[in-house]
Nanobody
Framework: QVQVVESGGGLVQAGGSLRLSCAAS????????WKWDRQAPGKQRELVAE???????YLVDSVKGRFTISRDNAKNMVYLEMKSLKPEDTAVYSC?????????WGQGTQVAVSS
């Protein structure tokens, strides 16, 4: 059993910052990669950021220069640092853990950016 829990969402004004955290626990032996997806109301879910087991990060173009993904292997945690937030960043952000045994996702955390 693997549990994935996100935290750190909230309401922020445009231009503000938030730091999302994601913790994985349970029967995890190897993590291939971590992902952050988001889904805005009425829109399709999209990949925002990913970081591999070797630390190679990927960020979607719309957040490059504003978001940073990092991980703490010892704690089985990943973080998404979000700066210069825009109203269009408003969405439910979900964290995923990719392992050889399967992919596991959390329930998501709401991020709302007011203009």
């Amino acid at each position: 059993q693997v549990q994935v829990v996100e935290s750190g969402g909230g309401l922020v004004q445009a231009g503000g910052s938030l730091r999302l955290s994601c913790a994985a626990s349970g029967s995890i032996f190897n993590i291939d990669a971590w992902k952050w997806d988001r889904q805005a109301p009425g829109k399709q879910r999209e990949l925002v950021a990913e970081i591999t087991s070797t630390g190679a990060p990927y960020l979607v173009d719309s957040v490059k220069g504003r978001f940073t993904i990092s991980r703490d292997n010892a704690k089985n945690m990943v973080y998404l640092e979000m700066k210069s937030l825009k109203p269009e960043d408003t969405a439910v952000y979900s964290c995923g853990v990719l392992t050889p045994r399967g992919n596991y996702w959390g329930q998501g955390t709401q991020v709302a950016v007011s203009s």
